[in-house]
């Protein structure tokens, strides 16, 4: 029994230094929910102009495109954010954990970002949907 | 000590692959999602894989895929999109698709079972002539 309490301990240590840094590294986001069907041939659902607003509608297919790369662009900024701050996350919480509890403050979840991505990924679905309505070649390399 | 030994052991055995995944298929029509034979079956190489629909070819939908692959030590490298492609393809291939639409992408994070993990999702299809 002498012998198996400083395994003991380590181990709880262990789970506490991993539930420490799980919390304050960052959880992963899951990828967004599919759109519903609305072009394959048993679709239950078309898409019509009712779908979308007036200033969308105008859009030409390459507009759309030029828009989505933008889109791109802005996420792929917030994602560089957010695993920037995930590295350093990481480093903080070790040092908390470990060393010095002040180093935890030194965290930062990415909420802001995670929210920026949130409102792309919504702009990107409805820029998919428009692409869909108006029979934009489809691009397989995207 | 010898707990120790073991437990060290064991780390290192499963540090020896790198990542890991999971996935799971839903079937979109009500009689649930049809898993090709063998013959019918495509190789995942030739399974395209888009972020977009696909306007130019009728299609039918074989199910909804969803892959997480995750890293298996904290001292691994992160998951990437190419490899969630990957697991998406293999899924796909098994049902006998030709392309996977609509892929997303969560972003790399802490999950219950993994120090880093990424999701992805997407529609399997098969063309129609």
New interface residues.
Partial sequence: MERGEP?FFCLRKLLLLIMV??FI???????????Q?Y????ARKRLNVEDFDTAAIELTCSQIDDELKILEHDYALQ?QD??GK?VQNQVAGYLGAIFILPALLATDNSAQA?AK?ENI?RA?DQL?KL??FK???????? | MRRIMLLIGGLLMVSACATWSTSSVQGVGDSGTPVASKAEQKSPQDIVITETDITDRKYKVLGDIAVTVNKTTIFHSDPTKEQVNEELRKEAAKLGADAVIFVRYGTVGIAFTSWGSLDGKGRAIVFLP
């Fill in positions: 395994l840094v799980g590294a960052g959880c992963a986001t899951s990828a967004r929910n599919l759109p069907d072009s394959s041939i048993d994602a957010i695993e995930r995670k991505i990924n990107k998919y692409r869909t029979k934009c070649p489809s691009n397989s390399g995207r």
